[in-house]
Nanobody, 118 residues
Framework: QVHLEENGGGLVQAGGSLRLSCSAS????????MGWFRQTPGRYRDFVAAVDWSGDNTYYGDSAKGRFTISRDGAKNTVFLQMTSLKPEDTAVYYCNAAPLGTATDYWGQGTQVTVSS
């Protein structure tokens, strides 16, 4: 089991920045790939960014490329999403996701609301 706790959402003006964090805890927190997805009402959850368990490899969805940066503190099993140049279309609930290496199971946080005003 992995428990994920997200922080950092809020309201920001267009062009501004926000930093989300997600901390993993529980008995299965070694070798976790971690990432972020986002969802707006009536739509599927979209991939935003991910980092592998080592921190050596990062992946971004098209909406995040060039504006968002994912990083992790491996020692603390915490992942960060630095979001810059935010746009109103970035408004969504952002969910943290974690997947232990070698398993078919993944875990989700409760979500944190990001609202970008125009």
């Amino acid at each position: 089991q992995v428990h994920l706790e997200e922080n950092g959402g809020g309201l920001v003006q267009a062009g501004g920045s926000l930093r989300l964090s997600c901390s993993a805890s529980g008995p299965t927190t070694t070798r976790l790939a971690m990432g972020w997805f986002r969802q707006t009402p009536g739509r599927y959850r979209d991939f935003v960014a991910a980092v592998d368990w080592s921190g050596d490899n990062t992946y971004y969805g098209d909406s995040a490329k060039g504006r968002f940066t994912i990083s992790r503190d491996g020692a603390k099993n915490t992942v960060f999403l630095q979001m810059t140049s935010l746009k109103p279309e970035d408004t969504a609930v952002y969910y943290c996701n974690a997947a232990p290496l070698g398993t078919a199971t993944d875990y989700w946080g409760q979500g944190t609301q990001v609202t970008v005003s125009s």
